[in-house]
């Protein structure tokens, strides 16, 4: 039997950061397979206008909304933007994240480490307040957040990614439980690499050396696509996920070893 909440919204409407490709765009087409309204969160006007209009063609109702998701008032205007068009959202996913600086841990800087957790920690972080309180007002709602197998193990040379995803871990721990009797579950995803446009801050030898490294501790030795992301995405932003909170699903092909 399938699980169903009186609760749920006849018409969903979804906001996906970070989805102006990659995963990010992945998720946001295959939500609207499922029938949702979603709102294309990204700081790149361009790319995500571009994926806005694919997605169009495709028969989904989207909405582009540049967005600079470490800006507490640039969110506020994106979500206000967002509802007008599409109605409450009853579905957040944070899917937005820099990689950042690729060298050793010792000769990081601060401002770096900053950079990074301000758009893969804060911003997730910024997003949810901004757009939780309403899903709880209305008791129900499906945050995804989506993390990385370097939250759980940690990468060398990546030290302040790899921190953030494992922030971003606890903070859906930790969220998941606070807001686990109002109709509200947060989740989170740890996948390990995708071949997407994260890569592109490298030249192509260091980003050939990077993919070798990743690979080797893969078992299935090759990389996630991008839609098996979007696919346990689905599921966790729908009504058929009605028992899980504050829980670390794993798509690594094998990489986790918890």
């Given amino acids: 039997m399938t699980p169903s909440d009186s609760r749920e919204p006849a018409q969903r409407s ?3 950061t ?4 990659g995963i990010g765009l992945a998720i946001g087409a295959r939500l609207a397979a499922d029938g949702m ?3 294309l969160w990204d700081r790149d006007a361009g790319q995500l206008e571009e994926a806005a209009q694919a997605l169009s063609a495709q028969g989904a109702t989207v909405l582009a909304v540049p967005v600079d998701i470490t800006d507490r008032a640039h969110v506020d205007r994106a979500l206000a933007q967002s509802m007008e068009a599409l ?3 009853s579905v957040l996913v944070n899917n937005a994240a820099i990689l950042g600086r690729s060298g050793p841990t010792l000769d990081a800087s601060l401002d770096e480490w900053k950079r990074v957790f301000d758009v893969n920690v804060f911003g997730a972080l ?3 307040q901004a757009v939780v309180p309403g899903m709880v007002r209305r ?3 499906r945050v995804v957040n989506v993390a990385s197998i370097a939250g759980k193990e940690g990468n060398p040379f990546a030290a302040a990614y790899a921190a953030s995803k494992a922030a971003l871990i606890s903070m859906t721990k930790s969220l998941g439980k606070e807001l686990a009797e109002t109709g509200v579950l947060v989740n989170c995803i740890t996948p390990s690499a995708a071949d997407t446009d994260i890569f592109a ?3 192509q030898s260091q980003r050939a050396q990077l993919e070798a490294r990743l690979l080797e501790r893969v078992p299935m030795k090759r990389f996630v696509r991008v839609e098996e992301v979007a696919e346990m995405a689905a599921w966790l932003c729908s009504v058929r996920c009605s028992f899980s909170t504050g829980a670390v699903f794993d798509i690594s092909g094998g990489r986790a070893m918890y």
């Fill in 37 to 39: 309204l979603i709102a």
């Fill in 87 to 89: 109605g409450q959202p």
């Fill in 126 to 128: 910024q997003c949810a």
């Fill in 139 to 141: 008791g129900y709602g």
């Fill in 14 to 16: 979804a906001i996906v």
């Fill in 201 to 203: 801050v490298y030249d």
């Fill in 18 to 21: 970070g989805a102006a490709r």
